[in-house]
């Protein structure tokens, strides 16, 4: 069992910045790819960003040059940081891990970016 505890979500205005922190505890050391993912009301829950045990980096198109995602291995942490946000980044954030096969979810932290 591996749990998520997502942090630093909020209101913003455009072209802003946040930075995201999730927390994993649990079965840690069986974590390969740690990420996030986005889920705006109506919509289905999207990649934003992933990255493995060993650093390789997936980026969805609509955040690549503006998001950037890494890991402290130590600390069982993946952050995002997010810059020049646009409302159009509005959604619910979920850290993801995955463990083998299977794939564990954080609550979600809320995004809202104003215009």
């Known amino acids: 069992q591996v749990k998520l505890v997502e942090s630093g979500g909020g209101l913003v205005q455009a072209g802003g910045s946040l930075r995201l922190s999730c927390a994993a505890s649990g079965s840690i050391f069986s974590i390969n790819v740690m990420g996030w993912y986005q889920q705006a009301p109506g919509k289905q829950r999207e990649l934003v960003a992933t990255?493995?045990?060993?650093?390789?980096?997936n980026y969805a198109d609509s955040v690549k040059g503006r998001f950037t995602i890494s890991r402290d291995n130590a600390k069982n942490t993946v952050y995002l940081q997010m810059n020049s946000l646009k409302p159009e980044d509005t959604a619910v954030y979920y850290c993801?891990?995955?463990?083998?096969?299977?794939?564990?979810w954080g609550q979600g932290t809320q995004v809202t970016v104003s215009s």
């Open positions: 993801m891990a995955t463990v083998f096969t299977r794939t564990y």
């Open positions: 990255i493995t045990s060993a650093g390789s980096i």
